[in-house]
């Protein structure tokens, strides 16, 4: 293998991410089961009826792991998607739940023509790849764009993407337990919209899968 730098700290070495930033990122930390907020046990704030059923991530988006997914959102570091997933199969294999579909959050058609990629599929692909289970890229549309929610509060989050998704017409999911994948979850409003919409459709149980989770 070619040496390479890594996306992090930029240390020539072999992989896309070094050993030591590994090691930092993957730092075991209590989380809450459910939303991955990081606390001692369940946060207390996750209602029963909550679509999501379980949240798995490698870590917190804060500097300096924040970068790992602006360069593959923004800056199309592809090989990042892939050292992701190698991650997160960890993560899912570790839990002793694996889900039996994954499927990523979709971008709505404007956005994936401006950005080229959904970076949400390419973690997805090889994750399912990596877990044996079968990945569906469109069981889950956004059938209506929606402003980016960077700069919302949760209660004008939850608005934005009301209605957002939709499940394909073709798509075969009662009874299953799938894997809603995701870059980022910050307050889950969107990985929650769509676990609504899931579990709708007959979905059993639903895990979020966000690479990394806002503190």
């Given at each position: 293998?070619?040496?390479?730098?890594?996306?992090?700290?930029?240390?020539?070495?072999?992989?896309?991410?070094?050993?030591?930033?590994?090691?930092?990122?993957?730092?075991?930390?209590?989380?809450?089961?459910?939303?991955?907020?990081?606390?001692?046990?369940?946060?207390?704030?996750?209602?029963?009826?909550?679509?999501?059923?379980?949240?798995?991530?490698?870590?917190?988006?804060?500097?300096?792991f924040d970068a790992l997914i602006?360069?593959l959102k923004f800056g199309a570091?592809?090989?990042?998607?892939?050292?992701?997933?190698?991650?997160?199969?960890?993560?899912?294999?570790?839990?002793?739940?694996?889900?039996?579909?994954?499927?990523?959050?979709?971008?709505?058609?404007?956005?994936?023509?401006?950005?080229?990629?959904?970076?949400?599929?390419?973690?997805?692909?090889?994750?399912?790849?990596?877990?044996?289970?079968?990945?569906?890229?469109?069981?889950?549309?956004?059938?209506?764009?929606?402003?980016?929610?960077?700069?919302?509060?949760?209660?004008?989050?939850?608005?934005?993407?009301?209605?957002?998704?939709?499940?394909?017409?073709?798509?075969?999911?009662?009874?299953?337990?799938?894997?809603?994948?995701?870059?980022?979850?910050?307050?889950?409003?969107?990985?929650?919209?769509?676990?609504?919409?899931?579990?709708?459709?007959?979905?059993?149980?639903?895990?979020?899968?966000?690479?990394?989770?806002?503190?």
């Open positions: 293998m070619l040496p390479s730098a890594c996306l992090l700290c930029a240390a020539v070495q072999r992989d896309v991410v070094c050993a030591a930033c590994a090691g930092a990122l993957r730092r075991a930390a209590p989380r809450c089961p459910r939303c991955a907020q990081p606390g001692d046990g369940h946060c207390g704030v996750c209602a029963d009826d909550d679509p999501i059923d379980a949240t798995l991530t490698l870590g917190d988006y804060a500097d300096p602006q360069r570091r592809l090989p990042a998607a892939h050292w992701i997933a190698a991650q997160l199969a960890g993560c899912v294999q570790a839990s002793g739940a694996t889900p039996d579909l994954i499927v990523p959050i979709p971008l709505s058609p404007a956005r994936l023509a401006e950005r080229g990629f959904n970076q949400a599929w390419e973690i997805a692909r090889p994750l399912a790849r990596q877990l044996g289970v079968a990945a569906a890229a469109t069981a889950l549309v956004r059938h209506r764009h929606t402003a980016s929610q960077r700069e919302f509060d949760l209660d004008a989050r939850r608005a934005n993407v009301h209605g957002a998704f939709a499940v394909h017409p073709t798509a075969s999911l009662a009874g299953r337990h799938v894997g809603l994948v995701d870059d980022v979850m910050t307050t889950g409003a969107t990985l929650r919209e769509a676990a609504r919409v899931l579990k709708a459709h007959g979905v059993a149980r639903v895990t979020a899968l966000p690479a990394l989770r806002t503190p």
